[in-house]
């Protein structure tokens, strides 16, 4: 366990901005993890890569548990192989070592910046894959019951874009993550995107490593890839979820708006869509301070352009969300994390 004064939030988080922390602990064991957050109490602040968090300019009254925990552990049979993993594992590298092993499941996740213990709070997924479809189970500490909990992922709640541990925030800690994978050097293309870049048709197979390859170049082409010299990568990512809207909501959107079925009769909208269509270009700034923009590679992503701060993002943020309200009627919802910052 190490602690630290001289860490800000800012330099924790991919979008750059963001105040400091009263306290701030980087831990390396599970131990430590445990014991950090038992310690902090409600004061406790989990911080993985930062790459889903935004934490307001007046920073964070408590503690700031940084986890840097790790551990890969294998098994492997005739048709599976079971990962293992710590939470502070750096998700990409473990994408691209099972690649490299030819262990499928999770090559359309590449490039997703973050830590493994993030990834089933959001249920995090990209081009027809998503991180719940892998995962066999969640370790985790109960921060309400002071107590570990292990969750098959048929317990997990898993959704678009959320969890149980999502839905009930600041109360589980995910310690682990054991991921189900299958063998084998090919994969399916689920995702009409990365089929037209593969030049492939949706749900044909192509080896592991070129759907990872091209799965890079398309987040790379779109500004998702980090790149401390390109300001436009400085972002959270896609900063709104697509929506998900009943029938009768998606019927009332215009005839070009995409429109993705979903079970139970609701029906997935393109959040990018709705930002453009509601008159805001990729590149877009508010008059009044430029240090935020829009990427001009995708709509979806709010960038820090040099010196932004919290207030800035959350006032474009606020911008583009009445805007798409007014032109359409649908409230976006953030996708990151917000800590001592709401929008309007």
């Known amino acids: 366990m190490d602690r630290r004064t001289d860490l800000r ?6 979008l750059r901005v963001g105040g400091p922390a009263r306290a701030v602990v980087v831990v390396y064991t599970e131990e430590d993890l445990v014991a950090a957050v038992h310690d902090a109490g409600e004061a406790a602040l989990v911080v993985g890569g930062g790459s889903n968090l935004l934490v307001g300019d007046q920073g964070y009254d408590g503690t700031a548990v940084v986890v840097r925990t790790r551990g890969v552990g294998v098994q492997v049979d005739d048709a599976e192989v079971r990962l293992d993993l710590a939470a502070g594992e750096v998700w990409d590298d473990v994408v691209a070592g099972a690649v490299a092993e030819g262990w499928g499941g999770v090559e359309a996740l590449s490039g997703i910046p973050g830590l493994v213990g993030a990834t089933p709070m959001q249920n995090v997924g990209a081009y027809g894959q998503q991180v719940s479809e892998t995962i066999a189970r969640v370790r985790t500490f109960d921060r309400v019951t002071g107590r570990r909990r292990s969750f098959a992922a048929a317990d997990c709640g ?3 874009r959320t ?6 925030p ?8 054991e991921l189900s994978l299958s063998r084998g050097a090919e994969g399916t293309v689920d995702y009409s995107e990365l089929a037209r870049s593969l030049g492939v048709g949706v749900g044909d197979r192509v080896p592991l490593r070129q759907s990872r390859d091209a799965v890079l ?3 790379r082409s779109k500004g998702m890839l980090l790149d401390p010299s390109d300001h436009d990568t400085w972002s959270a990512g896609s900063f709104f979820t697509n929506p998900v809207l009943t029938a009768e909501g998606a019927a009332a959107l215009p005839a070009a708006a995409p429109r993705f079925p979903q079970a139970g009769g609701l029906v997935k909208t393109s959040a990018a869509w709705l930002i453009e269509n509601a008159g805001f270009a ?3 700034t508010l008059d009044a301070d430029t240090s935020v923009a829009l990427s001009g590679k995708h709509s979806l992503a709010i960038t820090n352009t040099g010196g932004a701060t919290a207030a800035a993002v959350v006032a474009l943020a606020t911008h583009l969300r009445q805007g798409v309200r007014d032109r359409f009627g649908i409230t976006l919802e953030p996708e990151p994390v917000l800590v001592g910052c709401t929008l309007g």
């Open 163 to 168: 969890s149980r541990f999502k839905a009930e």
């Open 217 to 219: 170049e398309l987040r």
């Open 170 to 177: 600041g109360r589980f800690v995910v310690l682990g993550v």
């Open 282 to 284: 990729r590149g877009y």
């Open 158 to 160: 898993f959704d678009y």
């Open 9 to 14: 939030l800012a330099d924790l988080t991919t």
